[in-house]
Nanobody, 113 residues
Framework: QVQLVESGGGLVQPGGSLRLSCAVS????????MGWYRQAPGKERELVAA??????NYADSVKGRFTISRDNAKNTVYLQMNSLKPEDTAVYYC????????WGQGTQVTVSS
């Protein structure tokens, strides 16, 4: 049984930074394309960043501000978020980009002054 546990969210002022972590258990991370998704109130879940081995892709809305990385030895995926904006407010989730595993609870990110 795969389990995804996201952490690191919180309340931050505009322009601030947060680093999210996603611990994966039950599967080895190394062979999978992983992504960070977010879902804002009243909106559909969207993919904002993905990582395959060392290559990465980003949604236009976060390009240049967010960085996705992975530590296969720790079976953990990270999302460094800089220059945060109020529109980044959402619940953030990680998952495999191909066939999704069961979703974790996510971690709330709130950007507000």
């Amino acid at each position: 049984q795969v389990q995804l546990v996201e952490s690191g969210g919180g309340l931050v002022q505009p322009g601030g930074s947060l680093r999210l972590s996603c611990a994966v258990s039950g599967r080895m991370l190394s062979t999978n394309v992983m992504g960070w998704y977010r879902q804002a109130p009243g909106k559909e879940r969207e993919l904002v960043a993905a990582i395959r081995s060392i290559s990465t892709n980003y949604a236009d809305s976060v390009k240049g501000r967010f960085t996705i990385s992975r530590d296969n030895a720790k079976n953990t995926v990270y999302l460094q978020m800089n220059s945060l904006k109020p529109e980044d407010t959402a619940v953030y989730y990680c998952n495999r980009v191909t066939t999704a595993w069961p979703w974790g609870q996510g971690t709330q990110v709130t950007v507000s002054s």
